[in-house]
Nanobody, 124 residues
Framework: HVQLVESGGGSVQAGGSLRLSCAAS????????MGWFRQAPGKEREGVAT????????HYHDSVKGRFTISQDNAENTVYLQMNNLKPEDTAMYYC??????????????????WGQGTQVTVS
């Protein structure tokens, strides 16, 4: 049973930093795309960043380039999202997700089939 569990959310002031974690269990195959998404109240969910676990290739939404960094710890089967210089518009519920194809990485933001429960990020 594949499970994703996010943690690390919280409340920070504008300009601050947070690091989100997504711990995966139930599989160890690295031929997956892992992604971070967010959804603010009243808005559609949007993709933030992806990483292809096999080779570490990353992709970012334009709105977070230069501020957010997605990374992974293979030993811990965990993916991280380091968020710096946070802005109020970054306020949202953040979710991690897994896709069973590399095609999901690189900006399509689609084909993700397993999702975590989310962690709230609030920037004031």
């Amino acid at each position: 049973h594949v499970q994703l569990v996010e943690s690390g959310g919280g409340s920070v002031q504008a300009g601050g930093s947070l690091r989100l974690s997504c711990a995966a269990s139930g599989y160890t195959d690295r031929r997956y795309c892992m992604g971070w998404f967010r959804q603010a109240p009243g808005k559609e969910r949007e993709g933030v960043a992806t990483i292809y676990r096999l080779d570490g290739t990353t992709h970012y939404h334009d709105s977070v380039k230069g501020r957010f960094t997605i990374s992974q710890d293979n030993a811990e089967n965990t993916v991280y999202l380091q968020m710096n210089n946070l802005k109020p518009e970054d306020t949202a519920m953040y979710y991690c997700a897994r896709a069973q194809t590399r095609l999901a990485c690189g900006g399509t933001w689609s084909r993700f089939d397993v999702w975590g429960q989310g962690t709230q990020v609030t920037v004031s």
